[in-house]
Each structure stands twice: as structure tokens, then as C-alpha cells.
């Protein structure tokens, strides 16, 4: 049988990286042919994550069927659009994710594990826990992170009650103090002054299909939003660069300061009204403040979801 390939989302974050090599090392355990790769090179967070815990990053793979593999397995994402290249030329066996299910279906049953909580990694982490796996050090620091990067140390509201228990126990195995290497981790990722504009928009982004239309949504995070702000006329040109190349309807940009949970929205594109509507707020110069917001998949996604579909 040819090797089963397992992967996170394009522009892959901390939790698609963790996420996706704790489970292929777990399915390794368990005996099957399973190969963590990846859909991009990591970010500077990941990076600072992996030479932490002394791993190399993932292959990057830009086709499955390119790789002979005939099966996939995807943790933290399922929609098709953030997926792999040939994804409907593969049998999608296994799913690991903590999003909405959208754009999605297989001729073969599968198995499906979803659930609401911070990251795909702490779904990992209960699996291992499951099939009575102890999990080295650098696979835990791994899936720690994951779950750090997607709550923003527990802070976001994507926050599950059993993500703190889940936390403290990788914490302990992966040798680290919890809040000192989180916000660590969380810093190495605010590093954007050597970033292009274009580097920027694309450093964690995901397109959504809503209501016929391709809006892309991406995040920054930062501990100064002025400082992004002010860059705000290139990343504007690089925006309309993207969406003129990838037929965006709108791009939605978060700028997320990590240090006070707030949010400036930054969008372009044919439906800023819905846009405006999602969040009752009104763009000034192409931006406005999102207080309170932190996280993409409860504070935008779901509002953008429904203003589009009003």
C-alpha cells in the first residue's frame, strides 16, 4: 500500500503543522504507512516552534497524486478550497479538525473526528490519550503550540473548558513553562517589518466560498497595530494584486494586537457593505476597530457567513 500522506491547511499555521505531524507520528504507532507533510513553508512562529523542540519542517507537497499517494488524511481544515491541490483526485480517509464543515464530500465513508475546541491539536493530543500512546517531548511541545497559536495562549473565546487541562498537561511533557514559552511563541510570529506586503496578506490566510462569492480572509497578528497601519497603501495594492490574480470578490484582513485582544479590520472588495453589516461598524479609509475580536473563526467567519447570506 502506498503512503498515506497527512497534512494541515495551505499557509500552514503552527496548529496545521502540529497537528498534522503528531498524527502521522500516532498512526505511525499504530502501524499505518503515514507521512506528515505540508502545504507551504512554516511561518515565522512555526519556525521558531520546530527549532525549539529541534524537528525539521515537513516536506512541502504540492500534489498527492504526485507523491503516489492514492489516500489522504487532513487535520484542521476539511474545506476543499484550503486543501491540497488534487484533493478530489484522492480518497480523503481521515479527518482531525475544529472548523466548520463546508465544500466538502467523499464517494467513500470516512472517519470524521470534529469538535469545538481551540485547536485540531488538542483533538491529537485526546487520541494519543485514547490508544494509550505516551507522547515524546518534542510531539507534545508540537501540539502545545498549535493549541497556543490558535487560542492566543488561551485568551481567544475558541477557547475550549478542556483546552487549559490539555495545555498544562503538554506543557509538563514538552519541559516548558506554559505562559513564558507561549507568549515567547506568540512574539516570534509578530516579526512582520522583513515581511513584503504581499508576504504579509498571505502569512495566515484562508478563502471561504459565500454565497457564490470567493472572499478571502486573512490574519496578522501584532503587538502594535499602527505599525501595520502604516504600511497600509502597499498592502492595499498588494490586496488588489491578489485578487486580481485569484478572483477574490473581497479580502478581509485582520490585524490582531495579541497583547490586548482588539482587532482592526482592514477590507476591499465589490461587497464592503456586507462587510460593514457583519460587524455594525463603518469603514473609514478602507478600515475599523474590531474590539474584543481575536479569533477569525468565531468573531469573522460566522458574521461574514451570515451578512453574505442575508
Known amino acids: 500500500m502506498s503512503k498515506i500522506l497527512v497534512f494541515g491547511h495551505q499557509n500552514p499555521d503552527s496548529d496545521a503543522i502540529g497537528s498534522s505531524v503528531a498524527y502521522a507520528h500516532l498512526k505511525a504507532q499504530l502501524g499505518v504507512n503515514a507521512e506528515a507533510v505540508a502545504l507551504g513553508e512554516p511561518n515565522e512562529e512555526t ?23 492514492e489516500q489522504v488524511i487532513l487535520t484542521d ?13 484522492v480518497e480523503v480517509i481521515e479527518v482531525v479538525d475544529h472548523h466548520r464543515v463546508a465544500n466538502f ?8 473526528r470534529l469538535e469545538p475546541v481551540g485547536s485540531a491539536s488538542s483533538i491529537v493530543y485526546r487520541l ?21 497559536s490558535d487560542t492566543l495562549l488561551l485568551k481567544s473565546p475558541t477557547t475550549h473548558a478542556s483546552d487549559p ?30 515581511k513584503s506586503a504581499a508576504e504579509l496578506i498571505d502569512i495566515d490566510a484562508k478563502t471561504f466560498e459565500l454565497k457564490g462569492n470567493q472572499v478571502r480572509v486573512a490574519q496578522v497578528n501584532t503587538v502594535d497595530i499602527n505599525d501595520v497601519l502604516e504600511r ?25 494586537d ?19 453589516a457583519a460587524f455594525n461598524f463603518k469603514l473609514e479609509n478602507n478600515h475599523a476597530f474590531l474590539k474584543g475580536a481575536v479569533s ?10 451570515e451578512s453574505f447570506n442575508a
Not at 516552534?49 to 504526485?66: H, I, M, N, Q, W
Not at 477569525?296 to 457567513?305: A, D, G, H, I
Open 47 to 69: 519556525a521558531f516552534v520546530l527549532d525549539y523542540f529541534g524537528l525539521e519542517a515537513p516536506r512541502v507537497v504540492t500534489s498527492a497524486k504526485a507523491e503516489g499517494a
Open 77 to 89: 481544515h476539511n474545506e476543499f478550497q484550503q486543501s491540497i491541490a488534487d484533493i478530489r483526485d
Open 105 to 112: 464530500e467523499t464517494a467513500n465513508p470516512l472517519y470524521m
Open 128 to 148: 494519543y490519550k485514547e490508544n494509550g500512546l505516551a507522547i515524546p517531548k518534542e510531539i507534545a511541545g508540537l501540539m502545545l503550540s498549535g493549541l497556543i
Open 165 to 194: 487541562a490539555v495545555a498544562e498537561d503538554l506543557a509538563k511533557i514538552a519541559g516548558v513553562d506554559l505562559q513564558e514559552y507561549g507568549l515567547a511563541m506568540l512574539k516570534a510570529g509578530t516579526n512582520l517589518a522583513s
Open 232 to 256: 497600509q497603501s502597499e498592502i492595499e495594492e498588494a490586496i488588489q494584486a491578489s485578487q486580481a490574480a485569484n478572483g477574490y470578490s473581497d479580502f478581509v484582513l485582520m490585524i490582531t
Open 258 to 276: 495579541i497583547l490586548n485582544s482588539n482587532s482592526e479590520i482592514l477590507a476591499l472588495g465589490s461587497n464592503t457593505d456586507k462587510v460593514e
Open 296 to 305: 477569525r473563526k468565531k468573531q469573522v467567519v460566522p458574521q461574514l457567513t
